[in-house]
């Protein structure tokens, strides 16, 4: 059975999103975007996070509260454009360790080539958000994943801004244990491999590369 894909409709991710998709939106805006849209997820992908009673004085009286149960989340982005999540998320879950999978997408050949990891050492006891804003081809999805996998990590959920069907598809079909959230799932890929009507290459509309 293969992994949920949760599309996170809530008005305020779906103005912004509609926001950065307008290629007249400035690199500045861009990126402001992204990191409100990654708080915005994450408040979202860890709804359903296990808690645990604790005991606590307040200023008035003692009493049981919630508290999230078991280590921190690692919040793991796919370089480049994955650090776009980071802010967002971090401002939401300020104890969350990082991890760091450098990965590019192959021009010729659409094949994810690794180039960095860089994570904590007890992947196996933490929640891992896998963070890309696109899943196109998913071929740096399923690196990054796999990669994870073999450091310990179990428990991993993949967030994007964008997703194609194919990317999910292909996703799903490698890590079907790895539940996908998303803002919206657009057409199709084009021959370059990009998501139709899409937004561009997130990467370069962050940096202000080409």
């Known amino acids: ?17 509609t926001v950065m998709r307008d290629r007249d939106c400035s690199t500045k805006g861009f990126r402001q975007l992204l990191n409100e849209i990654g708080m915005l997820l994450a408040y979202e992908v860890t709804r359903d996070l296990p808690l645990e009673p604790v005991s606590i004085e307040t200023p008035v009286a003692r009493m049981e509260a919630q ?8 919040l793991a982005p796919i370089l480049r454009a994955g650090v776009g999540f980071l802010d967002g998320m971090l401002s939401l879950v300020p104890s969350a360790r990082v991890a760091h999978v ?10 994810a080539v690794e180039y960095y990891f860089k994570a904590p050492s007890d992947l196996a006891d933490r929640t891992v958000l896998v963070l890309d804003p696109m899943l196109a081809t998913a071929n740096s999805a399923v690196s990054a994943i796999g990669q994870l996998k073999k ?9 994007c ?9 292909r996703l799903q079909s490698a890590h079907p244990d790895v539940p996908i959230w998303t803002a919206a799932i657009d ?4 021959d370059h491999g990009y998501i139709v009507p899409g937004l561009g290459d997130a990467g370069d509309r962050m940096y202000g590369t080409r």
């Open 151 to 159: 450091r310990g990590a179990r428990d991993l959920r993949f967030v």
């Open 161 to 169: 801004l964008l997703a194609a069907p194919e990317g999910i598809a």
């Open 187 to 190: 057409s199709h890929l084009n």
């Open 1 to 17: 059975m293969n992994a949920t894909v949760t599309v996170v409709d809530h008005p305020l991710v779906q103005h912004k999103l």
């Open 102 to 111: 450098g990965i590019y997408r192959d021009p010729e050949t659409l094949e």
């Open 67 to 74: 508290r999230i149960q078991g280590k921190k989340l690692v």
